[in-house]
């Protein structure tokens, strides 16, 4: 069974696991990067604990593990033979066989082999499975703060506000509880003592960023005038673009104590290790519509802005052009936010997109018919987020 492979998969990763050359050889032909060392040897003092604890201690140092993050090609690898689900809710699991090649899948318990079949041990593989999904996210946010060029520490210290003060403090221990875990390899009641405080200072740190662009969004709606709208959309270009850099960064810091957690649970009670990853779970999720109210919010806001502009255009060519600009700007950094964290789903990540084409391509059409191009501006563009189309009105 050199060349066999077992399949673990949470919905947000792919584990592949099995003899290390097999393993290699899975990823290399179906084109999947190299991803991360699943570290299966952090799951001994899970086997240890559980049932039949020299067979599952067995079934660790025999295999290999890597993880990638779940992409369109990896998950058609598990849709393509129907992957079972496994003993753990939310898992499925899948054996890759013949020649690296999918010939089938398996039902574990069947078959003798060395897979990670103890249920103990497969909850403890979820768990690195989930924290190694959030360092994926970390690690994304820290390009697109990079990409974005915004320096969350200067935005943080330029407020007065005691709670993003706070900000700054917290960052220094959970980054500080990072790197004792990476150089211990685990994460001591000494540490986690340290850091299991920080989620409320995170948590008002976020709810205080939302409320920062729900106030902005208010002020859009409250104005009607070209003019008036030049200058709160110019504004919105910078301001939005820094309080989503620490809204990225409080999420940032939210995974980082998920993974600490995660760390925690799977050394001080691994029995309740599965329950606990669901349940950080769920909570992400949570988070994450919280923060999808507030931006779709200030994307209706920016629609409703260019579709007042263009509705003037005529009559303040200028000014009009302005604020469809910045309304551009703010919109893509915002479908950009959207699409990093994964707040706003595929479809409309792609409406979002068709809007920012849309609404330069309306504004040179009525700049060049006229008032035939005004109106064509009021009729056209896609439902959800037609900022040149949302209030058809009568040709003056």
Not at 5 to 10: A, F, R
Not at 121 to 131: C, D, F, R, Y
Not at 193 to 203: D, E, I, P, Q, R
């Amino acid at each position: 069974m050199d060349d066999d492979v077992q399949l673990i998969s949470d919905g947000d990763g792919l584990a592949v696991i099995g003899e290390p050359s097999a393993v290699e050889r899975f990823l290399a032909t179906n084109e999947l990067p190299k991803g991360r060392d699943l570290g299966l040897e952090r799951l001994k003092p899970v086997a240890t604990a559980a049932a039949a604890a020299m067979q599952a201690g067995s079934d660790i140092a025999a295999n290999h593990g890597r993880w990638v993050k779940l992409s369109e090609k990896s998950t058609e690898l598990l849709k393509t033979h129907a992957a079972m689900k496994g003993s753990l809710p939310t898992l499925e699991r899948g054996v890759i066989m013949d020649g690296n090649k999918i010939k089938g899948i398996v039902e574990f318990a069947k078959g003798p082999g060395t897979y990670l079949t103890n249920p103990a041990v497969l909850s403890g593989a979820a768990g690195i499975m989930a924290q190694y999904a959030m360092q994926q996210a970390m690690d994304e946010i820290s390009d697109y703060l990079a990409v974005i060029d915004a320096k969350v520490d200067e935005i943080l210290r330029g407020q007065k506000d005691s709670v993003l003060a706070d900000m700054i403090g917290v960052e220094m221990v959970i980054d500080e509880a990072m790197m004792i875990r990476d150089q211990v390899g685990r994460v001591s009641e000494t540490t986690w003592s340290k850091v299991h405080g920080t989620a409320m200072t995170l948590g008002r740190t976020q709810g205080y960023a939302l409320r920062q662009l729900d106030a902005l969004a208010e002020k859009m709606e409250r104005t009607t005038k070209v003019d008036d709208l030049v200058r709160v959309t110019k504004d919105a270009e910078s301001t939005v673009r820094e309080w989503l850099a620490v809204l990225a960064r409080c999420f940032q810091l939210q995974d980082a104590v998920g993974v600490l957690e995660l760390d925690r649970v799977l050394d001080a009670s691994p029995e309740e290790l599965d329950q606990h990853r669901l349940a950080l779970r769920t909570v992400r999720q949570n988070r994450l519509a919280v923060i999808g109210r507030t931006t779709d919010r200030l994307l209706e806001r920016m629609d409703a802005a260019a579709g007042t502009a263009n509705a003037k255009v005529l009559l303040n060519p200028f000014d009009s052009r302005a604020v469809v600009g910045s309304s551009n700007r703010v919109a893509t950094g915002v479908v950009q936010f959207n699409g990093l964290l994964g707040v706003a789903g595929e479809r409309e990540s792609l409406e979002a997109r068709r809007w920012l084409v849309a609404v330069g391509d309306t504004w040179d059409s009525a700049r060049d018919q006229g008032a035939e191009g005004v109106d064509a501006a009021r009729r056209i563009g896609p439902p959800r987020s037609a900022g040149v189309a949302r209030r058809p009105t009568a040709c003056s």
